[in-house]
DNA sequence: ACGCTCACG
DNA sequence: GACGTACGTGAGCGTA
């Protein structure tokens, strides 16, 4: 038969798989409303279609056009080698059934749809990108897989879709450093791990072009391979040969199938109105319907059911932000009709606008409500009216505003109602406001809690970085409305009008973000991280912040006097040691001082190190090993010491307790640490001193109401617990189970030395290992801590490791998982992020030790939060609160008669708080004590 | 704003 | 073979 198909036409030529996966990922796991068929690949992949067919017109569009798909998994390159794409993951289980419906889609768009048994999409992309050039017509190959691009070249074109970007000849240049014809031989050198192509052992793209460039062709290198200067290449290509030849011969695509259709059978053809829209509409595409129709100019068929939550949540409103579209409501008549929009929906974003950061002690301002994307209001309540003639603005009220007390009555039947959902970015802080105000909210969800449980690591998240991450969208900025410094303004004074712009975009994003994030948790299978470690800490740490602890002031100001009696003495000695007056304070000065004028050398006879300012580093480490030199360095430290305790502590807890309450309140991040642990701020409560004797009496302030005790529990050693259990160590695990001291079984273990030999320094050392292999090790580190020689403590490793074999396996299987999916996780599911741990560089090394850290840190701090989300429940009964968290220590206050019940009740939390989702080998083991104040708790 | 130093687990 | 190194945080100060 004769071909018609030759000079002039256009063959575009649609990588079908890739528009499958690329749909499959990019969409959340839609299924069709009325029978619960998983539908979210077909509707991207639908979209992907129409958005393809809208743009191909114009002079460089296609007069033939084809989808390619792979079929079956069994190709003849498996015959070749059957380890061929032996490592891809296994298809998901809700995209399996969604395969023959993207033929379905094709042919119902009427565009060709090819597939042949034995054969992958690509070679019969080759083959009919050949049999078109070949016939003198042109040819696109719409996809962005990098084995096609042998293909380019003589007419031959790729176009990567998403980027929308043309490859020809010299894009494959870029990409291999050879052009399209030795693309082939660049694969077979470098192989390929998606598709388990061996290729040549160590090496990559960059070695293989510069040999092929160098000998012309593959078979010329391999022949000649003799030739090659570099041994270790040499032997490599000699000994591979067989390997490279068959990595050839699986990347080489087969251009010459026998085909059972011609390019003719590929024509253009326009869709059929009946055959899509019916295709779409058995699919309940609701939208895109409407959109083709449209285009075809038929009117669309209707689809059947109303749109319920999912399908809200399954197409995003591709709604612009428009600050002008926002309401602002003024009256009781305007919320109702919010109120009831509320109800329909179920769910609702909530903001508050207050005068300040600090929860405790800011009032609210105004509240902001979203129901769907791009319909937001404001409502403003307390704000002031401006005045012309003062500079200060007047306290009156502005105008216009609902009455407050009308406005929380109507809204706290919806906040506390169960049935309607309240959104919030970080509701921890609107929660607390409304706390205040005698409005519990609940239910809530938290985007800021849904990204952490996602992308942990990857980075922060604030409503900023969200939304410009996630919407695209970049949020009107707080500051020129509030100013900055001296002049600063709060909320209250900001006109009404800006306000309302500001306040209600916010509760906008979070809707949108959540109507984003929402599907996304179960993708990323962290729905039951979320569910029982995120969202139920919420209401759990408002409680412990805005109860706070009592801090007695006249201790923490009778210490700051004598600090500073005893540093102004100090500091006299110094100056005079130092022959001049400087400021103690300053480690510039400081090091000038002890190394430029003073002379001192660091004992090591190495230079002293500086830092990345070039200024002497002066840390603690430098002025203990001067202090064997010199009396100064000494004195510093100590003035150091004092300094610290002074500035931040005694002085500054002062000004956090606050007026009403007589207590501190402290702030606790539940999204700041990567690991999962809290974070404590404002003030943080989470490093008060224990580790020096004088450091320690501060925790005498923190003291009990008359009457009250402070009861401290802590889990006790629960790292290296977990570290026995995830590493499976025996030895460690029946030393916890004797009660045995870790540290000194260790050393015993590790130096031969009998237990009841041990002396304390020994048990020192073990004990540095210890912590040292939680957190990475490495010869350098330990040796830096124990102030040995670098080869000493690589022995010390070295011995660990040959003792507890276990220990370098769970390291090596946890980078091992890091690189593989860049990120790690925790024993209760929590993941990790570790986007840097296939860098190349130092950032490498940090992202390894992270990565043994984290799972080992990261069920810690699950641990604890879970024990903490139970713990309401568990004490109900009991004259007790629970004030703080410090990683592995629970503080409390309660009646001194139920100190001992409280004790007994948190123990059994927190002992069992793994149960019932981990079965830990190590028990966890839990020591409390009592007292007046922290100091006799702890 | 950023680096240094140091407090905690 | 060299490189840089203990993990995770927050606050106050000096310096730019």
Same mark, same amino acid.
Request: hydrophobic share 35%.
């Given at each position: 038969m004769e071909t018609k198909f030759g000079k002039g036409c256009h063959l575009h030529l649609i990588d079908g798989s890739a528009f499958i996966f690329r749909a499959y990922h990019a969409l959340p796991p839609l299924t069709r409303k009325s029978d619960g068929l998983p539908v979210g690949a077909v509707s991207g992949f639908v979209n992907m279609l129409q958005r393809y067919v809208d743009g191909n017109?114009? +002079?460089? +569009? +296609?007069t033939h056009v084809a989808v390619i798909f792979d079929k079956g998994s069994h190709t003849f390159r498996n015959d070749m080698y059957d380890l061929y794409k032996a490592n891809r993951e296994a298809m998901p289980e809700d995209l399996r059934p969604q395969i023959p419906l993207t033929r379905v889609a094709t042919k119902a768009f009427n565009i060709a749809c090819e597939e042949m048994e034995g054969f992958e999409a690509d070679d019969i992309i080759a083959t009919l990108a050949h049999q078109a050039r070949d016939a003198g017509g042109r040819v696109t190959i719409v996809s962005s897989d990098k084995d096609l691009m042998q293909l380019v070249g003589d007419g031959v074109e790729m176009l990567d879709p998403m980027k929308n970007k043309r490859i020809d000849s010299d894009g494959v240049v870029e990409k291999f450093g050879v052009g399209p014809n030795r693309v082939v031989d660049v694969q077979a050198l470098a192989g390929d791990s998606v598709d388990n192509v061996p290729g040549a052992p160590g090496i990559g793209i960059k070695t293989a072009a510069l040999l092929i460039n160098e000998y012309g062709d593959l078979e010329s290198l391999l022949d000649r391979a003799g030739e090659i200067k570099q041994p270790k290449r040499r032997e490599t290509l000699i000994e591979h040969r067989a390997q490279i030849e068959l990595s050839k011969k699986l990347v080489q695509l087969d251009c010459d199938m026998t085909l059972d259709f011609g390019l003719d059978d590929l024509e253009v053809r326009d869709p059929d109105p009946e055959v899509l829209l019916g295709f779409l509409g058995e699919m309940e595409f609701r939208t895109v319907t409407k959109r083709i129709a449209e285009k075809l100019g038929v009117e669309a068929p209707v689809i059947e059911a109303p749109a319920p939550v999912a399908t809200d949540l399954a197409t995003p409103a591709q709604v612009g932000f428009d600050a002008n579209a926002y309401e602002c409501v003024r009256d009781a008549a305007a919320l109702q009709v919010w109120i009831n929009r509320i109800r329909e929906r179920g769910y609702v974003a909530v903001d508050t606008e207050t005068t300040g950061l600090n929860e405790m002690i800011a009032d609210l301002v105004g509240i902001s409500l979203c129901v769907e994307a791009g319909q937001a209001c404001y409502i403003p309540l307390t704000h002031k009216s401006a005045s012309s003639d003062d500079l200060f603005g007047s306290d009156d009220l502005a105008e216009c505003q609902m009455d407050f007390a009308e406005c929380l009555a109507m809204l706290k039947p919806v906040l506390e109602d169960p049935a309607v959902l309240k959104i919030g970015q970080n509701m921890k802080y609107d929660a607390k406001i409304f706390a205040r105000l005698d409005i519990t909210v609940a239910p809530i969800d938290d985007t800021m809690l849904m990204s952490y449980a996602m992308n942990a690591g990857l980075h922060n998240h604030g409503m900023d970085t969200l939304s410009e991450r996630y919407l695209g969208h970049t949020p009107i900025p707080i500051k020129p409305l509030l100013g900055s410094g001296k002049s600063a303004i709060t909320f209250d004074r900001v006109p009404v009008d800006d306000a309302v712009k500001y306040a209600a975009e916010d509760a906008d994003i979070t809707l949108r973000l959540w109507q984003q994030f929402k599907p996304q948790l179960h993708v990323n299978h962290v729905t039951t991280v979320y569910e029982?470690?995120?969202?139920?800490l919420v209401p759990v740490l408002a409680q412990m912040e805005r109860n706070g602890i009592k801090v007695d002031r006249d201790t923490l100001s009778r210490m700051s006097n004598a600090f500073a009696q005893k540093m102004a003495g100090l500091e006299a000695e110094i100056q005079e040691m130092a022959g001049r007056p400087f400021n103690v304070g300053s480690p510039k000065q400081l090091g000038e001082i002890l190394f430029d004028e003073m002379g001192l050398e660091m004992p090591d006879g190495k230079k002293p190190s500086t830092g990345k300012t070039g200024a002497y580093s002066t840390g603690a480490d430098v002025l203990e090993d001067l202090a064997t030199l010199h009396d100064m360095p000494r004195r510093i430290l100590d003035w150091r010491q004092l300094s610290k305790l002074k500035s931040t502590y005694t002085d500054a807890l002062q000004e956090h307790i606050n007026k009403e309450t007589g207590r501190v309140h402290t702030s606790y991040s539940i999204a700041g640490a990567n690991t999962g642990r809290l974070a404590s701020t404002d003030p943080n409560l989470q490093n008060i001193p224990v580790r020096s004797e004088e450091g320690r009496r501060i925790r005498e302030a923190f003291v009990a109401e008359p009457g009250k005790v402070i009861v401290s529990l802590d889990y006790s050693q629960i790292e290296l617990r977990i570290l026995a259990h995830v590493a499976g160590i025996d030895a460690l695990k029946q030393a916890f189970l004797d009660g045995i001291d870790i540290h000194a079984m260790t050393a015993s273990e590790m130096f031969d030395v009998p237990l009841d030999e041990m002396t304390p320094d020994v048990r020192r050392q073990a004990k540095a290992i210890n912590f040292g292999v939680i957190y990475g090790i490495s010869g350098f580190g330990l040796a830096r801590n124990l102030r040995i020689p670098r080869s000493e403590a690589q022995g010390f490793i070295d011995r660990y490791f040959e003792r507890f074999p276990g220990i370098r396996n769970y390291m090596d299987d946890t980078i091992a998982f890091a690189k593989e999916h860049s990120y790690v996780q925790t024993l209760f599911g929590r993941k990790i992020n570790t986007p840097e741990i296939n860098a190349k560089g130092p950032q490498a090394g940090f992202a390894k030790r992270a990565a043994i850290n984290a799972p080992i840190q990261g069920t810690a701090a699950d641990v604890i939060r879970r024990a903490m989300i139970r713990m309401p429940a568990a004490i109900a009964g009991l004259p007790a609160k629970m004030l703080l968290q410090v990683h592995d220590e629970l503080i409390f206050e309660v009646n001194e008669e139920a100190a001992d019940d409280l004790i007994t009740a948190a123990r059994e939390v927190m002992e069992n708080a793994s149960d019932p989702a981990v079965k830990l080998d190590v028990k966890l083991a839990v020591d409390a004590g009592q007292g007046a104040n922290w100091a006799e708790a702890h």
């Open positions: 017109n114009g +002079a460089d +569009a +296609a029982t470690m995120e969202r139920p």
